[in-house]
């Protein structure tokens, strides 16, 4: 899918879409979930969902191992880890080229770099960089999970991200769920400032179990 072409279609998703026909942040086994690709793709299709996306952490080994690709409701992604000044910070990126060379210097290349963030720490990547190499291979930067960032100040943040190419914020994401994940900032701080940079919505389950929720 081509990027004007995912921009028009996450554009047309509202929020009601996240909880029922679209999820764009997925983990498999190719990371730390617990589900393959392939199971990935029939528990979506089995849910009638319109578009997804499988999103490990530092790896595309989901799209490089299967042949999942062909599946018309499935957009690339990935969800790459860097530091923004002392903060560890995701970036999701979305439609990119899998075979473009400039990112294949971002994914890890042990398993160890996919799996839990303790062992993924010792990778030091700048955000500046990912967001670059995601936009150069023809995919767009979201920012992930932003209401989990320990920054003093997210909006700041988020149009530093901005000028380096971010083009889009997570805000449908189930933050009570899962992980016992702590919170920094709420979702209507994040909705006004996706609003203030004119960003794109995007939302996901982050799922990493057995089922998509
Ligand atoms: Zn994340
Ligand atoms: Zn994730």
Redesign the pocket.
Known sequence: MKKEELKEKLLSLNESDYYSIADL?IHSNESDGRMTPVEIIINAQRKYLKLISVTD?NTINAYINTNILKEEILVTGV?FDCWYKGVLI?ILGYGFDIDNEELKSLYANTKAGCKFNLYRLFKLRNPKEVIEKINNAGGMAVL??PC?YWSLNLDNMVKELLDMGLEGIEVYYPYNGLRRIVKFHSRKEVIKIAEKYNLIKTGGS?VHGKKLL
């Open positions: 942040h952490h969800e995701h992930a999970h989990c982050d």
